[in-house]
């Protein structure tokens, strides 16, 4: 069975860092370029950050120098280093097998039409 597990989300306030992990099983993270995306209230689905097999890594713009995605193949385990938290970063996290933006909807409806694997989200609050 194909699974992808967030962990390590929480509240936190403004200035603060949080470390995501995202652990899958069932599939190599060898064969794909993973990605990170977040889901805020009101807000459409934005992809964070992606990382590639071979470690080449993107950035949002709105995370650029203040988040790291890494990854650990031989754990089947990709990270996200979020670092000065600000309140607008507060969000569901997916990780998925995927990176391609997302222009309109949730990233629940995105990812699950898409046919990737992805997981069901960790919840980061950032307070003032």
């Known amino acids: 069975e194909v699974q992808l597990v967030e962990s390590g989300g929480g509240s936190v306030q403004a200035g603060g860092s949080l470390r995501l992990s995202c652990t899958g099983s069932?599939?190599?993270?060898?064969?794909?370029?993973m990605g990170w995306y977040r889901q805020a209230p009101g807000n459409e689905c934005e992809l964070v950050s992606s990382?590639?097999?071979?470690?080449?890594?993107k950035y949002a713009d709105s995370v650029k120098g203040r988040f790291t995605i890494s990854q650990d193949n031989a754990k089947n385990t990709m990270y996200l280093q979020m670092n000065s938290l600000q309140p607008e970063d507060t969000a569901v996290y997916h990780c998925?097998?995927?990176?391609?933006?997302?222009?309109?909807?949730?990233?629940?409806?995105?990812?699950?039409?898409?046919?990737?694997?992805w997981g069901q989200g960790t919840q980061v609050t950032v307070s003032s």
């Open positions: 069932g599939f190599s993270f060898d064969d794909f370029t």
């Open positions: 990382i590639s097999h071979d470690g080449n890594t």
């Open positions: 998925a097998s995927d990176d391609t933006p997302i222009y309109g909807g949730t990233c629940r409806d995105n990812l699950s039409r898409r046919g990737h694997f």
